[in-house]
């Protein structure tokens, strides 16, 4: 699922091709908003909430979610799709650039007055101008003895944090994910880390959190299950853990760096 800093980026690039502009095209292909047309309705602003997009037109807002699969494209007018149409879950057009949602996991039309429905139950975004390091590390305190690697994944504690921010953060703090958060030292430090890490990524192309931009060494343990460990040797365990959402995802760690408390 695409991260707090990857859906950033797309809120800034939809905002850069369609806020300020009148829509001349606002084709919704799905069933229970299909028949909605905002043509003719400007565009103020397109922003991400977490994991979150809201696109306001006029009084609506356009809100979607990348989920797994999803994506947004922007062509110029007139430019060939690089994906199937079929799976265009929403286009938007102005005079000189087409945007186009793929495989939105969200997609739906609410009064602006009323976004508080969608968004209301996040933790302050990690990217966001609502960003309070204090309320997120009281929201993470008051997580228990949830498993840390879980507790991180909770929007409601705060937004924008997915898998591979859950793993590298626990393994840069020295933590197993399946840590009870109670027994994590320094939560303060875990959600300064997490917003330094995010706001670090949110404007490069590649995600990194090593420091170090060769492919194969982006990530400390991310997806590096039974290779050496890139700070001692070890060899990285890849594990099924959490009920998160009602499925199990993948984590990895150090056993030798991130020592079971």
């Given at each position: 699922m695409p991260e707090g800093d990857t859906v950033w980026q797309t809120a800034h690039r939809l905002d850069a091709a369609l806020a300020g502009h009148a829509l001349t095209e606002c084709d919704i292909r799905v069933p229970r908003f299909a028949t909605i047309d905002l043509s003719g309705e400007r565009v103020d602003a397109v922003i991400s909430r977490g994991k979150h997009l809201l696109t306001r037109v006029g009084e609506h807002t356009i809100h979607t979610h990348l989920k797994m699969e999803g994506t947004w494209h922007v062509y110029p007018r007139g430019a060939r799709w690089k994906r199937p149409a079929h799976q265009a879950r929403i286009v938007l057009g102005t005079e000189e650039a087409v945007a186009v949602g793929f495989s939105l996991g969200i997609t739906e039309v609410l009064a602006r007055a009323d976004e508080d429905a969608v968004v209301g139950h996040l933790g302050p975004d990690l990217l966001g101008p609502d960003w309070d390091a204090a309320?997120?590390?009281?929201?993470?305190?008051?997580?228990?003895?949830?498993?840390?690697?879980?507790?991180?994944?909770?929007?409601?504690?705060?937004?924008?944090?997915?898998?591979?921010?859950?793993?590298?953060?626990?393994?840069?703090?020295?933590?197993?994910?399946?840590?009870?958060?109670?027994?994590?030292?320094?939560?303060?430090?875990?959600?300064?880390?997490?917003?330094?890490?995010?706001?670090?990524?949110?404007?490069?192309?590649?995600?990194?959190?090593?420091?170090?931009?060769?492919?194969?060494?982006?990530?400390?343990?991310?997806?590096?299950?039974?290779?050496?460990?890139?700070?001692?040797?070890?060899?990285?365990?890849?594990?099924?853990?959490?009920?998160?959402?009602?499925?199990?995802?993948?984590?990895?760690?150090?056993?030798?760096?991130?020592?079971?408390?």
């Open positions: 309320v997120a590390a009281a929201n993470l305190a008051a997580a228990g003895g949830r498993p840390i690697g879980e507790a991180l994944l909770d929007q409601r504690i705060m937004a924008g944090i997915g898998n591979v921010y859950r793993n590298e953060i626990c393994f840069l703090r020295g933590v197993d994910p399946r840590t009870p958060t109670d027994r994590v030292p320094d939560l303060p430090k875990v959600v300064d880390l997490a917003h330094r890490l995010l706001q670090a990524n949110r404007s490069r192309a590649v995600r990194v959190t090593t420091g170090d931009r060769r492919p194969g060494r982006r990530d400390w343990v991310y997806g590096r299950g039974g290779k050496p460990c890139l700070r001692c040797g070890t060899l990285v365990v890849a594990a099924e853990f959490g009920a998160e959402l009602g499925r199990e995802r993948a984590i990895f760690y150090c056993p030798n760096c991130q020592p079971l408390r």
